[in-house]
């Protein structure tokens, strides 16, 4: 297989603040071609749970997505904290944004939310046999209901095209082979 790898001839920021930093690069392709200015927007990485209870519900998070202007279901999960491991940050986000403990956290996968233009990691666990218990804490910016939902319930939610964030999507999918809620022929 041919090497497809760009090289970085340059690089200069464009715009920074505490949310997300751009750089523009300047980028040799493998046969000698210049892309410039070629953008990347660097953002933290992510840890995101599907949380499961003993009783079998999904616990999802509901909430306002200002860009797209629509109170979304999404899985909980945020930021890694610098120096954080990304499991521990599964679990904190799930203590923090739903109030739910597990003592069985277990990795599902990891992927690039969009290689094209971001640098970022998200990272996706499964919480089994939850429980209810540490008082949520809410960063200072985050308005958040706390949904369960049956198994059923879940099912038609995804039918219905119901939960929106498309990172999300793939990694739900996962943990629900990981349940053997569902098979693949």
Same mark, same amino acid.
């Given at each position: 297989m041919r090497d497809l790898r760009w090289k970085k001839l340059a690089s200069e920021k464009v715009y920074s603040d505490r949310w997300f930093q751009a750089r523009a690069d300047k980028c040799e392709f493998p046969d000698g071609r210049i892309i410039e200015p070629y953008y990347v927007v660097?953002?933290?990485?992510?840890?995101?749970?599907?949380?499961?209870? *003993?009783?079998? /519900? #999904?616990?999802?998070?509901?909430?306002?997505?200002?860009? =797209?202007?629509?109170? @979304?279901?999404?899985?909980?999960?945020?930021?890694?904290?610098?120096?954080?491991?990304? *499991? !521990? &940050?599964? #679990?904190?986000?799930?203590?923090?944004? !739903?109030?739910?403990h597990?003592?069985? =956290?277990?990795? =599902?996968?990891?992927?690039?939310? $969009?290689?094209? #233009? $971001?640098?970022? @990691?998200?990272?996706?666990?499964? &919480? *089994?046999? &939850?429980?209810?218990?540490?008082? /949520?804490?809410?960063?200072?910016?985050?308005?958040?209901?706390i949904c369960l939902f049956t198994k059923e319930e879940f099912f038609q939610l995804l039918r219905e095209n119901k939960m929106q964030h498309g990172v999300q999507l793939g990694p739900v999918y996962e943990a629900l082979l990981k349940l053997n809620w569902m098979t693949i022929l």
């Open positions: 660097e953002l933290p990485d992510w840890s995101i749970i599907f949380v499961v209870t *003993k009783d079998q /519900k #999904i616990v999802l998070v509901r909430q306002y997505r200002y860009p =797209v202007d629509q109170v @979304t279901y999404e899985l909980p999960g945020g930021v890694i904290d610098k120096g954080e491991d990304p *499991k !521990t &940050a599964a #679990i904190r986000e799930m203590q923090e944004e !739903t109030g739910y597990s003592d069985e =956290v277990e990795f =599902v996968c990891q992927l690039s939310p $969009n290689p094209a #233009i $971001n640098n970022n @990691t998200a990272y996706f666990f499964l &919480a *089994k046999n &939850a429980i209810p218990g540490e008082k /949520k804490n809410f960063d200072a910016f985050e308005d958040i209901d």
